[in-house]
């Protein structure tokens, strides 16, 4: 069990579960601001590392509001795809770890966001980073859990989400390279380059250790994920019916304990079980799968 597991343990009964569901209307009350009043999301709201230190913390928080378009058509598009893909993530890692995620990209996001002001010296890079890298970040993860999904490129071409994955990453990595590059990084631009950069890295971080945590993680097509719905559905509906001895509504079937021995112990359904088999969160990865 690594740490992840033992904090979803601990916390898990916190998480917000359809978190995508409430961040996209956030998003969406967002565009309505900026359509009232273009200019109060930068004036009052934004990620302006000055303005913060001068006392305005709600910005740490306030700035994630900001919609991923400004244009009605493209911001349909931009919030169907950000509650697809986030919703999807969510459904395989569950809400904990999906909460965990976003929120360490939030920080992140921050923290880039910081250290580009004490850099330049300027709050124009830090309030143009909003939360472009949080949902590009996210969309790593889903080409890494679902790199056969095919997406429609101008509406017309299919092209399979890893390989937007791969094109994104080259342009991110082209971006890095470029502050580094004496035609870029030495010119009068320079500062903006590296402040990008930065940003870029800083932001993406999350990523990275996701990545790197969790290279053994099974890929997923999309029926894949509609049958593991499905059963988990099945299974919540029986265990909605079923009580143990004593009134007790889970029971691990490896130890037996159930929530009457321990009200902090999260109970799961394993779906490559045969039956609806539940387990308590130390037994869920270690237990032999029943035929």
């Excluded at 230190?53 to 058509?73: A, M």
């Excluded at 890298?133 to 999904?149: D, G, H, K, Q, W």
Aim: net charge positive; proline share 3%; charged share 15%.
């Amino acid at each position: 069990m690594n740490w992840l597991d033992k904090l979803e343990k601990k916390f898990g009964r916190y998480a917000i579960n359809n978190l995508m569901f409430y961040i996209v209307i956030l998003y969406a009350l967002g565009f309505v601001l900026h359509f009232i009043n273009p200019n109060f999301y930068f004036n009052w709201l934004s990620l302006n590392p000055e303005a913060i230190l001068r006392g305005q913390v709600w910005r740490i928080f306030t700035f994630i509001i900001q919609p991923p378009s400004y244009s009605v058509f493209w911001v349909l598009i931009a919030l169907y795809m950000c509650y697809l893909i986030g919703s999807n993530i969510e459904a395989v890692w569950g809400s904990f770890k999906f909460n965990i995620y976003f929120y360490s990209g939030v920080l992140f996001n921050i923290i880039a966001g910081f250290i580009t002001y004490f850099i330049t010296g300027t709050t124009i890079y830090s309030e143009a980073l909003g939360t472009t890298y949080i949902s590009l970040s996210m969309f790593f993860v889903f080409a890494s859990l679902f790199p056969e999904t095919q997406f429609l490129l101008f509406f017309v071409i299919p092209v399979k989400v890893k390989w937007l994955a791969v094109f994104q990453g080259v342009i991110y990595g082209y971006s890095v390279l470029q502050a580094f590059m004496p035609a870029y990084g030495g010119s009068i631009y320079g500062i903006q380059y590296k402040a990008n950069a930065l940003a870029i890295v800083v932001s993406l971080l999350n990523f990275f250790i996701y990545f790197m945590g969790s290279r053994h993680m099974k890929k997923y097509r999309p029926s894949q994920l509609k049958r593991k719905r499905s059963f988990e559905q099945k299974a919540k509906s029986a265990a909605s019916t079923n009580h143990y001895e004593g009134g007790a509504k889970h029971k691990c079937a490896v130890c037996g304990k159930t929530e009457l021995d321990d009200p902090n112990l999260e109970f799961r359904y394993c779906s490559k079980c045969h039956g609806n088999y539940e387990y308590c969160q130390e037994h869920l990865f270690t237990h032999k799968h029943v035929e």
